[in-house]
């Protein structure tokens, strides 16, 4: 006989992953299918959160709403899980140029008043000609970590399987449910976590990605004692002890997970227009961003096959998005409410 399940969610990426800890908080049995491959986007995601983005220094989108929202689910899976993976703290940016300074200055007692603190304090290992300012409630993901604790804790629930699903071949659809036969499985409903996979969807295919190609190095930098995120035109962020991560490209063709010289030579170079010290490169990777044609995350349900359901498009800042939006679309998938418009996968299938 099948085991039986309420969602198999396929993917244990970031979507993936708070996805099934929404639906379990509602009392639903969830089954988790991932291919482990370790090349998707969520495997290398620094899992940077802050409150102001980009050289016009704008407020993040729907940040009093997502931020508090993100605050508490990690924390109350860091109690659960007895594992801490997401830091709180204020991140430095250092300012590029007269432009980006002027900007801060002009703009901090608007829209961001309170969102930032200006002429902090900086260690004389960065270079800061014009100075900078911090990100307060600034916070950090520590994207491995979560996605291990919560995998652990889903194999002890007995709630994982290590799989590659061909969906064209292995999903059998049902009149109210669908099926996995060659895993044995059947939910009422399934849900499509899988980042950017082009052309090997034959239902929800045509939601068109504009993604891109991201590069991070993982260097070694002994003595440099400094907790906060630094951001100018990079972001180097503590990995433990003396390790760091830096990052990162942004390439919109050769969307594949190969590392390049030409990635790492730029990271570099724009790591030592500010870092005084020395450094060792240890590791080198790449995996393609599932950034979606609208900018923002994309959920909901299939048109005609209401129990397929989709949850993709976070990028970027998808620690920051994925516990409102996968507490959204849980609240859809049992009939508590229906999609924002913007963001429903209805809208761009029909397209």
């Known amino acids: 006989m099948s085991r ?46 802050t409150p102001v983005t980009g050289k016009r220094l704008a407020k993040s989108w729907r940040w009093d709403e997502l931020y508090p929202a993100a605050v508490a689910f990690y924390r109350s899976l860091e109690a659960e899980t007895g594992t801490r993976f997401f830091h709180e703290r204020a991140s430095l940016r250092l300012f590029a ?124 930098i002994p003595g440099l004692a400094e907790e906060r995120v630094i951001h100018r035109g990079i972001w180097l962020a503590p990995a433990g002890g003396d390790l760091f991560r830096c990052g990162s490209t942004y390439k919109w063709d050769d969307l594949n997970c190969v590392p390049t010289a030409e990635a790492r030579a730029e990271i570099e170079a ?13 590791e080198h990777r790449a995996a393609v961003r599932p950034v979606i044609d609208a900018g923002y995350p994309v959920f909901g349900r299939h048109p005609a096959h209401p129990q397929l359901a989709y949850f993709n498009g976070l990028g970027s800042k998808g620690s920051l998005l994925a516990p409102f939006f996968a507490e959204q679309l849980a609240a859809c998938l049992i009939g508590e409410r229906e999609p924002e418009p913007a963001l429903d996968v209805r809208r761009f299938l029909a397209k």
């Open 4 to 49: 039986t399940f309420d969602y198999i969610v396929i993917g244990q990426g970031i979507a993936g992953t708070t996805l099934s800890w929404q639906l379990r908080r509602r009392g639903l049995r969830v089954l988790v299918i991932d291919r482990e491959a370790h090349d998707g986007a969520s495997q290398i995601a620094a899992g940077l959160i």
């Open 97 to 220: 140029d007269d432009a980006e300074r002027d900007e801060c200055h002009r703009r901090a007692g608007g829209i961001i008043a309170g969102l930032v603190r200006q002429t902090p304090p900086i260690p004389d290992c960065f270079t800061a000609l014009l100075g900078g300012f911090e990100l307060l409630s600034a916070a950090r993901l520590d994207v491995p970590r979560y996605l291990e604790a919560s995998r652990e804790q889903f194999r002890e629930d007995d709630s994982y399987l290590t799989a590659d699903i061909d969906l064209a071949k292995d999903v059998e659809l049902l009149p109210a449910a669908c099926g996995i036969a060659k895993l044995n499985v059947q939910a009422r409903g399934l849900v499509f976590c899988r980042g950017f996979t082009p052309g090997s969807d034959p239902w929800f295919g045509g939601v068109r990605f504009n993604a891109a190609k991201g590069e991070i190095l993982t260097l070694r």
């Open 270 to 282: 724009r790591l030592r227009a500010f870092l005084r010290v020395p450094f060792e490169v240890i």
